[in-house]
């Protein structure tokens, strides 16, 4: 088999590259080591920048994102028992976020890669790559019980955090950065309209907590947890409580509903440095990892895929390697913002494991700075509407 870019993984980050190269008219074939049911199953991000919802609605694959998605102009965020309202849409000159499930994108981008007719391979096995630092790298990988070796002028690495592109990459030229949190979030998926037209970011006593969205519908909320907690020791009831004593504020009551889905993430923050070594591109969480409190992950992603798409479109259509030899640089950059942005909400509203009362302070002054002060809302909106 050839082809011009070898795509690993069909998460967001690889499902939408081989879009935007289908697009160009540039040839991929993107393998996936899990079944289309699971990719298409698994419950994650939920929130889109207004750039990525744009770029995904000029890649083709906007129609039904542009009606069920939920445009927001704001987010709540909850402390000392009150609730205060940052208008993004106000202090961002007119940007939104849209609700609309990673699940949702991806559905749409399987269904559309399908009808392109180019190849989209699940249930692959032994992934392998080869001659990353040569100008033929190949994929190598069994499929159906049949092995192929994939030739390609590039590998695109969009597996994940835990797969295997990065460590493909020598350890003596990889850098990477990391910071695990004392906690992690408990999610729930409840059958249920939302009990609050936007989001509510809170911080309580007990720990954090968020209502989310995911339809009219069907809520979605999280709580903080002990990391590595036994999703059994969670039943509906105690996640329940909990998010009633965290959410609640006097004249509010949070409604109930079914739970249809329940897990629990660790929060980490990862950054692999540089994002590209040879012919092999990272993307993704492959490159890097954000605790989901500023719900950049899936963002970062599509951004990654996106300045990725158009190197390679002038790369293979001219031959100018100007913008594949900046890819890491440019991609960092962003992705460090994010970085920041992320750890900086998850430590303002999160309860720290010793409950050291002088950060307790600290994070409710943070809170009420940003409530209160135009130029710190302003720096919390633009941050979570994203750069373009
Ligand atoms: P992935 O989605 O992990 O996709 C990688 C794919 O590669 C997978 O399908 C995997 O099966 C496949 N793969 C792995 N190994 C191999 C292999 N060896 N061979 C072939 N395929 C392989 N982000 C936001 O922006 N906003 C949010 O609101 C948000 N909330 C989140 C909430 C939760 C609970 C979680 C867990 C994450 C959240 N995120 C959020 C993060 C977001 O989900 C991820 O950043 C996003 O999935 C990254 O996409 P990706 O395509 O890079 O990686
Ligand atoms: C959701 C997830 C997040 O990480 C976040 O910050 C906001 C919303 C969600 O799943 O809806």
């Not at 393998?31 to 929130?47: D, H």
């Not at 399908?114 to 033929?136: M, Q, T």
């Not at 209502?211 to 979605?220: A, N, W």
Request: glycine share 8%.
């Amino acid at each position: 088999m050839r082809t011009q870019v070898a795509i690993v993984g069909a998460g967001p980050a690889g499902l939408t590259l081989a879009q935007l190269l289908h697009v160009e008219g540039i040839d991929s074939v993107v393998i996936e080591n899990r079944s289309r049911e699971y990719v298409e199953a698994r419950i994650r991000a939920g929130v889109l920048e207004q750039g990525v919802v744009d770029l995904l609605t000029a890649a083709g694959v906007g129609e039904r994102m542009a009606r069920e998605g939920l445009v927001h102009e704001g987010i709540e965020l909850q402390f000392a028992g009150e609730r205060h309202r940052i208008d993004l849409k106000t202090l961002t000159s007119g940007k939104t976020i849209t609700v609309y499930g990673q699940t949702e994108i991806v559905k749409d981008l399987i269904n559309t890669r399908l009808a392109s007719g180019r190849p989209l391979l699940f249930e692959v096995d032994d992934v392998h790559l080869d001659g990353i630092d040569s100008d033929r790298p190949c994929v190598r990988f069994s499929h159906q019980g049949t092995t192929h070796e994939l030739d390609c002028d590039v590998i695109a690495g969009c597996d994940g955090f835990h797969g295997v592109c990065r460590p493909t990459i020598p350890a003596r030229v990889l850098r990477t950065f990391t910071r695990e949190y004392p906690f992690g979030w408990l999610g729930i998926l409840a059958n249920v309209a939302p009990s609050n037209d936007e989001l509510i970011y809170a911080s309580h006593d007990r720990g954090f907590a968020l209502l989310s969205m995911r339809s009219p519908q069907i809520s979605r909320l999280y709580v903080q947890c002990r990391p590595g907690e036994d999703i059994a020791d969670w039943p509906d009831n105690r996640i329940w409580e909990e998010l009633h004593t965290r959410l609640e504020i006097p004249g509010w009551t949070l409604a109930e509903g079914r739970v249809l889905e329940k897990g629990i993430t660790p929060m980490r923050s990862f950054v692999a440095e540089p994002m590209r070594h040879g012919r092999l591109f990272l993307t993704g969480d492959a490159a890097h990892i954000v605790p989901p409190t500023g719900a950049k992950g899936l963002n970062l992603a599509v951004r990654d895929v996106q300045l990725l798409a158009e190197a390679l479109t002038v790369w293979l259509r001219h031959g100018s390697e100007t913008l594949l030899d900046a890819y890491s640089t440019s991609c960092l950059r962003r992705v460090w913002r994010a970085e920041h942005f992320s750890w900086w909400m998850t430590t303002m509203l999160h309860t720290l494991d010793d409950g050291d009362p002088f950060a307790v302070r600290l994070q409710e002054s943070q809170l009420r700075y940003v409530v209160s002060s135009g130029p710190a809302a302003t720096s919390l909106a633009e941050n979570y509407v994203g750069f373009d």
